[in-house]
């Protein structure tokens, strides 16, 4: 087996984070996966292609035991039996545009490597390579799918329902996402949920006759007072409201106001809860007030920590102790694919890559000297996946 080579390592990274592959960004997205495929191919890994209709750029399926069993029987693959030992979870798209990476291209400072995406997550992506490159002649019969996608930036729309068919035919997974500045791994993350609210009333002129107006500002500022208090921090529910706006001349009673909303919840109950709650101010309006209607829509299902996902962190801290990684839990109210991949059911563990901080900002860096320890640390977990596997 090749040592590991950090030289190489930040060699190739610099020539990823200076592709810029933003998720709108076909061109550069393609870059990104024809480099890992090329990679994976060459050790012999299979790599399938999937793209979205009105998505030019792939997502990449990369496994070391492609007859997938749940497409052999033709039976539903969420029913068949678990065929992947581990599911691990990268994105190739990052939150810049096109010519980011011309402007502010790879660089190193001391102990960090600097650049668009360099943390989240072109490190982790080539990370997970070194990773399998350095386990793939001890897997045994472990099975292993990696998912490589294109649009988690912007809540992987199409690749959701990929992550939620390859989760369920998994026994855990892992993101390959930053671990965060401190070194820490996430075990639990919130679940996100888009409120968006209009007001109707009627104009009127704020002068001569503002009694025959009907004020859609003044009853969005009243549900937002009422919205607000409808946050349960003890439970982990956060409900902000974020954008909102109306009126468009400052003489007119505004007929229009509309505003979003966004809701954080570990237990989804607390999104019916809420749900509950607004649907009565709908109904219940004052009688000067004007007509609201909502739409309140979860983008992402919640990280939940489970028993099994405790049985999970302590094979990861058998394997920090075996390689002398020291790391804390968080858990976090920020969403990412991991989300997804829980909603089957399956435990799921985030931070897997190595640590960085200033994510989607122009102060993102990584930190050079995590990358080979948190190679090894992931190297570790996925080979004592076998005794988990027998474990359950
Ligand atoms: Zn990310």
Redesign the pocket.
Known sequence: MASFSLDKYLEELKQLVNIDSGSKDPEGLSKIAGFFEEKYKNLGWNVERHTAADKPAPCLVITNTPAAKGNQTGENPINAEKQYDVLLLG?MDTVFDRGEAEKRPFRIEGNKAMGPGVA??KSGLLSLYYIIEGVRDNLGDLSVCILLNND??TGSAFSKSLIRELAARSRCAFGM?PARENGSLVFERKGIADLRVEFFGRAAHAGVEPEKGINAIEAMGHWIVELHKLSKPEVGTTLNVCIASGGNKSNVIPDYASMRADLRFFDSSEVDRIRGKIEEMRRNPGPRDARAEYSLTINRPPMKATEKTRKLQELVEKAAEATGVSFEWTSTGGG?DGNFAAEAGIPVIDGMGPVGGG?HGQQEYLLIDSVEPRINLVKDVILRLKQYRENQ
């Open positions: 994105h989240d997550m988690e930036e996402e990412s994510f």
